[in-house]
């Protein structure tokens, strides 16, 4: 099914929930494929930017989740939103792109459009954030954090979601979302921790 942005919906139909539409879907009928799209394009598009980096092709991967969640529409149980079940899928093409491709060179724009993240200070990343050399050395420690703990880490700082989303679009408790977040937190700052000690004994090293 070719994927192209649709109209904009009207009142009656924004009232409805996702789980009308799903159940559309399920029929066949392409109203409810094509309000799904509409309402959740910018999110998914946004949820890969922020995986990937804007270097990546965000909108062409946007329409390989939505064909994904469409085909398989019947998988999706009801048991959580709809929109964390869309995000898994998300996830999972995001990361199937990442093993295709590892460049991303375009990536720290992306960072460096996230600078000001509430009121940081100079032990958090996001202060670190500020310098566009460690900015460089944090997304390479970043790549090293495992996704399940990199993928809270990036919707709570660079989202910027609130801890209850984090915890429902991870499928963790908000108690886990929020200790995954601190230890990719702590592997960061150790890391970097270490590149400054490495870069003091190269400066102080005698000509």
Same mark, same amino acid.
């Given at each position: 099914?070719?994927? *192209? ?8 139909? !924004? ?29 998914? $598009? ?37 929109? *964390? ?7 999972? $093409?995001?990361? !199937? ?33 500020? !310098?566009?050399? *460690? ?22 700082? @660079? ?6 989303? @984090? ?6 408790? $908000?108690? !886990?979302?929020? $200790? ?28």
């Amino acid at each position: 099914m070719a994927l *192209t942005t649709p109209p904009g919906a009207g009142d009656a139909d !924004n009232q409805r929930s996702d789980e009308h539409w799903v159940a559309l879907c399920r029929t066949g009928d392409e109203r409810g494929f094509k309000e799904l799209y509409r309402r959740h394009l910018r999110k998914v $598009v946004g949820h890969l930017r922020m995986v990937l980096g804007p270097g990546a092709d965000a909108e062409d991967l946007a329409q390989a989740v939505f064909e994904q969640a469409f085909l398989h529409i019947d998988r999706f149980a009801g048991r959580s939103k709809f929109s *964390t079940w869309l995000f898994g899928i998300t996830v999972r $093409v995001a990361a !199937n792109a990442r093993r295709a491709s590892h460049s991303r060179a375009h990536a720290m724009d992306r960072f460096a459009a996230h600078t000001a993240l509430g009121a940081p200070s100079a032990q958090t990343p996001e202060a670190i954030l500020a !310098n566009d050399q *460690t900015l460089r050395r944090l997304f390479a420690h970043l790549e090293k954090v495992p996704d399940k703990k990199r993928i809270p880490f990036l919707l709570y700082f @660079v989202d910027q979601a609130d801890l209850a989303e @984090v915890a429902e679009m991870t499928g963790a408790t $908000v108690d !886990n979302a929020w $200790v995954r977040i601190k230890r990719a937190r702590d592997l960061i700052l150790r890391a970097l921790g270490k590149d400054q000690q490495a870069e003091h004994r190269r400066m102080e090293k005698p000509q």
